[in-house]
């Protein structure tokens, strides 16, 4: 992390996990323990019937809801499917775009997640980003070309002025859910790469601005040594975020000294 510069973000990804009433729950065991601090922002994205709720919840504090996913259109015939405007009207902050479980399992291209880029920040939602390399790839060393790819062409017409407003989350697809997280040496190398090509792709004063989360089975035991990198400005949560205990934990992991 570093504060001086960007924001450290910790933000919350519960997937297809909990109903509504399960949110409610999760909500009010949440705010009773939830760190006095402003030292990070902290984000939960969940379901989208779960927003209402959560929204409601979390209104008087400091932890801004989210969703898992978009579509890029402004509105009209996408059975199923929800807007940013939606979105944005239910009191969204937040929605993660590109998610690897979404690429995998649903299709969704480079070209995809650029569209919805554009949509949530037209629309005033924080995209949090999502990029990762699969085991494959990282073992036949072209994690960076990878991710530099999906970073270029997620990134495409994002403007000078709204790149600061871009969240990027790295998640080696297998660090995800598998219980095995990346070291934070190779975490930390992919992230400073991320910056990197920011830099290149606009300036070194908006790299250096922008806020890239590490995801994949972080949780309450790794987070501190994770966030103690320089280029690792938060996580992106899955299984963790979903017991109150454990995302708290995380998110006092980031009340840690920096530069
Ligand atoms: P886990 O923390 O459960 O590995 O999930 C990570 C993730 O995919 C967050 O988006």
Known sequence: MNRKYRKTVIAGNWKMNKTPSET????????????????????????AVCIPTAVR?????????????????????????????????????YVIIGHSERREMYGETDADVNAKVLTALNA????IMC???????????????????????????VSEDKIRKVVIAYEPIWAIGTGRTATPEQAQEVCEGIRAVVRKLYSSKNARAISVLYGGSMNEKNAYELLAQPDIDGGLIGGASLVPEKFVKIIEAANQPTE
Request: aromatic residues 4%; negative net charge; charged residues 25%.
């Open 24 to 47: 409610k729950e999760f909500m009010t065991a949440f705010k009773a323990i939830l760190p006095k601090g402003r030292w990070c922002d902290v984000a939960l994205c969940v379901p």
């Open 57 to 93: 919840a979390m209104r008087e504090t400091r932890v801004g809801i989210g969703a898992e996913n978009m579509n890029a259109n402004a509105s009209g015939a996408y059975t199923g499917e929800i807007s940013a405007d939606m979105l944005t009207d239910a009191g969204c902050k």
């Open 124 to 127: 005033g939602l924080t995209p």
């Open 131 to 157: 990029c990762g390399e699969t085991l494959e790839q990282r073992e036949a060393g072209v994690t960076m070309e990878h991710i530099a790819m999906q970073i270029k062409m997620g990134l495409r017409g």
